[in-house]
């Protein structure tokens, strides 16, 4: 267990269920409200001050996006969830961003966790967690930090683009959970590049020292985007399955083609894990190949050597009585004996291509 997550899991030890404690690490994130208010012939967009500024859209007909950004505001939360009677395990559930991507049914509303993710700029995976409340006539989400994936939802909402402004906040929570699992495609064409790149650079041999550190960087990658992926399929067919009023049946078809998205996305993460485990292979399998190469020339030149060593050595003993060391052209002789050999062994190992 890496340390950061067992620091997150001290800070719930001993608590009271229902605690609203953030287990984030960036505590000085200031807090951002946004509300989109609209129906089909009206919009308004505002920036709100404070949490009491939401709660006069709660009880409007029209349908009312609120977006939260700062989790580390426990106080604040805790107001907005007091207002719009979010039971205490929610909140909990809010601002402990170890969750892994769920839904629950409550009377009232439905509250659904996911992740966010994204690359940052040192192309290091990011994993945020988003969490949000869909009531009768409006849609809470609650963020870490600013920055997101909502911009052309944003931008649907204020040009009355599509069917966002017709239709009911179910559709609203569709439109935003679906640019959630549409980024998801860019995540998974920046690693599948990632390993595509690696893997022709084992083929072409230029393998760098770091290289078994790069494939347990990408093993990581893909099971951090496992994890926060493969848990929504769930959520998904729970909606699907769903009885409430909250989600509409004429909806339901929409959040199928979520799911038909995550399908896809899900294929990919499963054909890119493999193929990591095969570039862990391919680069194990290289690696022995050179160095397979490199003792073969080893062998081949002590192949060589073995001989004209053994006559060196024959020749080179301190024996008074050796009949070729009184010869006038023995150390000639010796020195031909010699090149023959060295030059034979080379064209055997030439035609026998081992050179």
């Not at 605690?19 to 308004?44: H, I, M, P, Q, W």
């Not at 205490?88 to 409550?106: G, H, S």
């Not at 799911?259 to 990919?268: A, G, M, R």
């Not at 062998?299 to 060589?304: C, K, L, R, Y």
Request: aromatic letters at 12%; glycine letters at 4%.
């Amino acid at each position: 267990m890496s340390r950061k997550r067992v620091y997150r899991s001290k800070k719930k030890l001993g608590q009271i269920p229902g605690s609203v404690v953030y287990t984030g690490e960036r505590t000085t994130n200031k807090l951002f409200l946004e509300a989109f208010d609209y129906t089909s012939k009206n919009c308004t967009e505002k920036e709100l001050d404070t949490v009491e500024d939401s709660f006069e859209f709660k009880h409007t007909d029209s349908v009312t996006w609120i977006n939260i950004n700062g989790l580390n505001h426990v106080t604040e939360i805790e107001k907005l969830g007091k207002h719009y009677d979010l039971h205490p395990l929610v909140l909990e559930d809010i601002v402990n961003i170890a969750q892994r991507p769920k839904i629950d049914e409550y009377e009232d509303y439905i509250f659904v966790v996911l992740k966010m993710l994204y690359y940052d700029k040192s192309q290091h995976i990011v994993s945020e967690q988003v969490s949000f409340v869909l009531g009768k006539n409006y849609v809470l989400s609650f963020q870490e930090s600013e920055g997101d994936v909502f911009d052309a939802v944003r931008n649907r909402i204020r040009q009355a683009k599509g069917r966002v402004r017709n239709l009911q906040a179910d559709y609203l929570l569709y439109t935003l959970i679906d640019a959630i699992v549409d980024h998801y495609f860019g995540v998974i064409e920046v690693l599948g590049d990632k390993i595509e790149d690696f893997e022709t650079e084992i083929f072409s041999g230029h393998i760098e020292d770091d290289a078994s550190r790069k494939i347990q960087e990408l093993k990581r990658e893909i099971l951090r985007v496992r994890r926060a992926i493969f848990p929504l399929r769930e959520v998904l067919n729970r909606i699907d399955k769903n009885e409430t009023d909250l989600i509409q049946q004429k909806t339901i078809t929409y959040y199928r083609d979520i799911y038909d998205h995550l399908i896809q996305v899900t294929e990919n993460i499963d054909i890119y894990r493999e193929m990591i485990w095969s570039l862990m292979d391919m680069y194990m399998t290289t690696i022995s190949n050179k160095m397979n190469e490199v003792m073969k020339v080893l062998t081949i030149m002590a192949s060589i050597f073995i001989p004209l060593t053994f006559i060196a050595g024959v020749y080179g003993m301190n024996f008074q009585h050796m009949p070729e060391l009184q010869s006038k052209y023995g150390y000639y002789i010796v020195w031909a004996v010699m090149i023959v050999i060295f030059v034979g062994l080379i064209y055997y190992f030439k035609r026998k291509k081992w050179l």
